[in-house]
């Protein structure tokens, strides 16, 4: 198997960057992971591989890149489960482009014959030519909780209680709803929409795992090392006012401080030992979405070598006491106790990693999975429980976080 990687500019006289849309090329079939317009998105499976064979697959594949840049050369995309002893796989795409930071586009092709290299523009100019355009549909939509509510609030308050006795420190209850369209679900038009609204989050396409995640877990790009934690939530209203005040309030909330200062001590305690230096904000700051906002703090810094591969980076913080509490595997047990549900990959991880260990993941929240007939979506929401948690507020908030993927679903 052979990875062909090309700046676009070297198999295309037809397209220029400024006209690919990773959008339009992923389509509703395809995979996308992108942020602001940089990423991935991809056609075609060449190869999936298990999780426990993945870094030994991926360095054995044959390479002839003339980019060799971070996600040049052949790239694996997955999803990890909100339990990462569950058994997963990552996809080796096709084909994929990529559209980096710096203004250059690259398209990497997979041939698994081990054949002579062939000109393979046509097919690379067929897969760049034939976008996706969403389809027109007029749909009605049911919403029913998945986990009962009284369910959910009885998990909220067992997780407080718990930490009002000093079992744990926090931990993240989570429900679900169900969403049953009256025809298949456009996944193109969900992902447009996630665009227009959360453009500034990892919006992404899996293997029928669709979201828009505002919180960077890790990325790792030639030895240097990022992350930004968030936890603690107001909602936003649209009006600046309110707004603004609520963002005030957020940052002056004790429950809310607490709450996020365990989640950021945790990554950066488990990042430190494979540093050679790490930073981080002395203050949290506010990352607002369009509809929460949250407390945040960026953290980045420098790896010793031999360098951390991004997917040990990720199995080693995943998942982080954002979504599932402190101490870890106290806060895990309770949460399998009084949940109610499985997560699947809710809460875990989404992200990409090339041969050379460099990758970018995020958490796996604001997210949904579909149904094989995209005629059902469940999705997500949950929130830190500290001392001072209300159960009622805490499903108001969990009621603010579902309407990102919610909006992207129903709207007309």
């Not at 990529?98 to 690259?106: A, I, P, Q, V, Y």
């Amino acid at each position: 198997m052979r990875a062909t990687t090309r700046l676009l500019s070297e198999v295309s006289t037809t397209f220029t960057a400024d006209q690919i849309d990773l959008n339009a090329i992923a389509g509703s079939d395809g995979m996308l992971f992108v942020r602001n317009g940089i990423g991935f998105a991809t056609r075609g499976i060449a190869s999936r591989i298990a999780s426990r064979d993945a870094k030994e697959f991926i360095a054995n594949i044959q390479v002839d890149d003339s980019v060799n840049a971070p996600g040049s050369g052949p790239v694996l995309i997955g999803a990890i489960p909100f339990d990462s002893q569950e058994p997963h796989d990552f996809i080796l795409p096709k084909f994929l482009v990529c559209k980096s930071d710096d203004g250059r586009c690259w398209v990497t092709t997979i041939d698994a014959n081990h054949v002579d290299e062939t000109d393979n523009s046509a097919e690379i100019h067929s897969n760049l030519s034939q976008v996706q355009t969403p389809n027109a549909t007029s749909s009605s939509f049911t919403v029913v909780p998945g986990v009962d509510i009284e369910t959910y609030l009885e998990a909220v308050t067992a997780a407080r209680d718990a930490v009002r006795s000093g079992a744990i420190t926090k931990a993240v209850i989570a429900r679900d709803v169900l969403v049953t369209s009256s025809n298949p679900i456009d996944i193109h038009s969900v992902l447009l929409r996630l665009r227009n609204s959360f453009g500034s989050s990892y919006q992404f396409s899996v293997d029928g795992f669709i979201g828009a995640s505002p919180e960077l877990l890790v990325s790792i790009v030639n030895g240097q090392v990022s992350s930004h934690p968030l936890a603690g939530t107001a909602p936003r209203t649209g009006d600046p006012v309110t707004d603004a005040e609520l963002a005030t309030s957020l940052l002056s909330s004790a429950k809310n401080q607490i709450e996020h200062r365990i989640v950021i001590d945790a990554v950066h305690d488990t990042l430190l030992p494979w540093c050679s230096y790490l930073d981080w904000e002395p203050e949290a700051s506010i990352v607002a979405v369009a509809n929460v906002q949250h407390l945040g703090t960026h953290m980045s810094g420098r790896l010793s070598e031999p360098f951390l591969h991004v997917l040990d980076a990720v199995y080693a913080l995943s998942p982080t006491p954002a979504l599932g509490g402190f101490p870890r595997d106290n806060a895990l047990q309770l949460i399998a106790h009084v949940e109610g549900m499985s997560r699947g990959r809710y809460g875990g991880a989404v992200g990409w990693f090339d041969n050379r260990g460099n990758g970018v993941w995020a958490v796996a929240i604001r997210c949904a999975e579909y149904s094989n007939n995209n005629m059902t979506a469940r999705l997500f929401a949950g929130g830190g429980i500290v001392a001072d948690s209300e159960p009622l507020l805490e499903l108001a908030e969990t009621q603010a976080k579902l309407q990102a993927m919610l909006a992207a679903i129903i709207r007309p």
